[in-house]
Structures are given as C-alpha cells and as structure tokens.
C-alpha cells in the first residue's frame, strides 16, 4: 500500500471513529442524561481508550455542539431533497416529522445549547451551529414566502409560519415525554398522527384567511 493510500485509509478511520464517538456520546446522553456522563464512559462505550478520545475533542463541550451541528446539517439535507413550491404538505410533514421522530434527541439538543450558552462556553464552535440554523431558516423563510406569494398560506410573516411549526413540534416533543400527558393523550402514535394533520392545515390561507361566501 502506498504512502497516500495509507494516509487516506488512516484520515477515513479517524473520521470513522469520530462518527463512533459522537453516536456513543449521544446515546449516553439520552439515557443517562448528559451530567453524568463521562469521558470514560464514552470512551468505554467506543471501545477505545480515555486518551483517544481527547485525539478528537478537548471537552465533552465539543461533543456537544457537534452533535447539534450534525442534527442541523441533517436538517439543511432534507430541505434540499423537497421542492417548497410545489408540495407544502411533503414539506410540514417531513420537517414536522423530522423534529418529533426522536424526541429525546431533540429535547437533549434544546437543553445542551441552553447550557452552553449560558456558560458561555465554545462561543466559535456555537457561532457555526448558529450560522448552519441561520442558513436552515433562511432556505425555510424563503420557501413559506413562496407559498404565501401563492396564495397557499396566509398572508403573515414568515417567520410566525415557521415561529408556529417549531412550537407546534417543540410541544410535541415535550408531550411525549411527559409522564402525566402520555396518560392523558393515550396511544402515542394516533396521537402524533393527529397532529401532523394539525400540522399540515396550520397556516393555511383557507383556514386563517377569510371564510369564502356562500
């Protein structure tokens, strides 16, 4: 094997590794909350020594605003693959389904970010995170435009449209994992169900515009 081939094969290890660290980490976090995780743990998870995981981050901090880039760049790819102007359920749906189909996942991010931000912690690793959400919500921005342009959607600012969806899954989320209202609402499934549908109507210029006459 050549000197290049050998420094590709180590290079895609490596990132391979990384990906192992992150998917451990997170795992962890969910499960055990991400307090009382530690670098051990982790790195015990992985299979790998302590000292190989500080090869990759200096601090658990970086983990996880890494984690969170990686949700929001999974997020900018489902954008891509749906073309706004032309099917705006494909795209409630999806982005509806897309926060709500691993709750913990997604409270876990909401409450990393309110910590680090608050401790003012790995202020340029947070500066990208924010610039790949900013970039989200643009592409988001622009397509609700369009369908208000269109005359699909009321005619609000965008950003109450977009404002409206994230609460809508961000309640959702927190219902799910709350003891007393899994109670209450029952089945978790039909019920999620219910409000995608809810989803898919909100905004509407039908249904928040004026009723048609008769």
Not at 42 to 71: P, S
Not at 133 to 156: C, F, H, P, W
Not at 187 to 199: C, G, M, S, W
Request: net charge neutral; with cysteine.
């Amino acid at each position: 094997m050549s000197d290049l081939a050998k420094a590709t094969q180590k290079a895609r290890e490596f990132r391979q590794r990384e990906q192992d660290i992150l998917d451990c980490a997170q795992a962890l976090f969910i499960e055990h909350g991400e307090d009382k995780v530690t670098v051990e743990m982790i790195a015990d998870k992985v299979g790998i020594g302590k000292g190989t995981i500080y090869k990759h981050f200096e601090t658990k901090n970086e983990i996880y605003v890494l984690l969170m880039i990686r949700y929001e760049d999974e997020l900018a790819d489902m954008f891509a693959r749906i073309d706004m102007t032309e099917d705006k359920q494909t795209l409630v749906r999806e982005y509806f389904t897309f926060r709500v189909k691993d709750a913990d996942k997604y409270l876990l991010f909401e409450r990393l970010e309110s910590k680090l931000v608050a401790d003012g912690a790995v202020p340029a690793m947070l500066g990208k995170l924010h610039a790949i959400r900013s970039s989200n919500v643009d592409t988001l921005y622009a397509m609700v435009e369009g369908q208000i342009k269109a005359g699909k959607l009321a005619d609000v600012p965008p950003s109450w449209h977009i404002a409206a969806a994230w609460a809508l899954a961000h309640g959702a989320s927190a219902l799910t994992k709350s003891g007393f209202y899994t109670q209450f609402i029952g089945e978790k499934e039909p019920f999620l169900d219910f409000l995608l549908n809810v989803a898919v109507r909100m905004g509407n210029k039908q249904v928040l515009g004026k009723k048609p006459k008769h």
